[in-house]
């Protein structure tokens, strides 16, 4: 039986999609041939009436404790929201990103615009194309990029653009573009606009193939907040050390993190074999 | 004696600047012969430590009892925030005052750009100018419209000039132009992008001789929220039925003002002879 009646977040009752669930689940890093046995498990251990938040409330509290590295891969979006409240550690995390994707990055640079000079969360340059890429960091909620994100993102990067055309600069060759990345979602007109000026607009499920989402599992470039060993208190100290990435804890070993850091050898040793399990 | 001296609110001491305080009276509406008498009563109301809050308080308080109409221009930037919560008659006042500048307005208007199709707040036309006005409303503090706000109201625009560059409308030989009124101040870099752009930017003191401030006193365009009587309840009411300005209020009747709107007679005779002392 693969549809039942379940109840959604909105109180709307709809018929229970296994195929949904199931997606989501090996979306986590479990394997096809498991996934269905994880959905049952956590099914078993929830009492009707069985709501879609309950399930996968019950499918996470399941891997949690069964298969630590998949549960990490599954909560990554909340990580993304733990590296606030500043927008300042997703600007770094994003350079990261855009690195693992073979840019050469710089963060939070200052470019002469024809008019003003504008700081740049990140410059990323691959082959001849040099995009100026503005972080929105949205916190935990539905709140979108707007239209008028999308309307000063581009700005910025026109008077970017006319400085450039004017300058000496031009005979590198360079393409400058503009590039706009969020945590959250776009508007349909933001998506629309954007497309329409040719301003790259990625955000988590935007667009198909190439988002947020996806850059992050491709590059397996997980931020260092989806250990659970990670906490609010210890993220500040591990990103004034560069380290965003869980790829990061892999250049430096478990003594080293503790001289850099001050964490102690036991809690640095812990943080670094969770970041190794994640790749397991 | 001319100086004395006072606490600024600050906390720092300065010499008390007579000048200061007394452009600030005449600037009220107080004759220039009796500002200094204004000052002296207001002086000798308070006691000491003076500070620039306290005298310019015992100021207002000398000019609500003895003065009602030189109070009322006194308040006009109270006037203003008290249009608010919601940006929307902030809106309309601006049309309005654009109006008594000679300008034909449109409140409110969907424009097609070439990308999407835009919300402008006014649209106003003078000769062959027709600028598109973006109203920011900011609540009593110290925010200003920032490089943001002044970048994305250029891309805005430019979206609309070049849907009418390609259109039909060029055929009106209208020149299409862009423009930010804003209640507060902006900041100094959103002023250099403007004018390098050439978005027209107003605010409550910008540009020296047109600012808001400047086209309020010239067209005598006081807001309704200026007359005592006029209340966050009745505001309401009064918007509702295009009375913005005080202006609007000698355009009706006391007896049609109280159908229109619901007031007793008398209360629609109370603000009805508010708006005509204002101008005494």
Redesign the interface.
Known sequence: MNHWEVIKSSGQREGYDRAKIRNSVIHAGVPLKEADEVIEKALRSISPPITTKKLFRAVKKYLRTESPQSNIRYRIKDAIYALGPTGYPFERYVAKILEQQGYKVKVGQMVQG???SHEVDVVATKGRHCYMVECKFHHKGKTRSN???A??V???F??IKRAYAESEMRKSGLIPKGMLVTNTRFSS?AI??SE??GLKAIGWKHPVGESLEKLIEHGKTYPVTALPSVNRKNVGVLLKHDIVTVKDLEKISAVNLSKATGFDVRESLRIIKQAYSIYE
């Open positions: 024809r008019c003003i239209i008028r994100t309307l000063y581009h700005a910025r026109l008077d007109e629309k606009y329409c000026v």
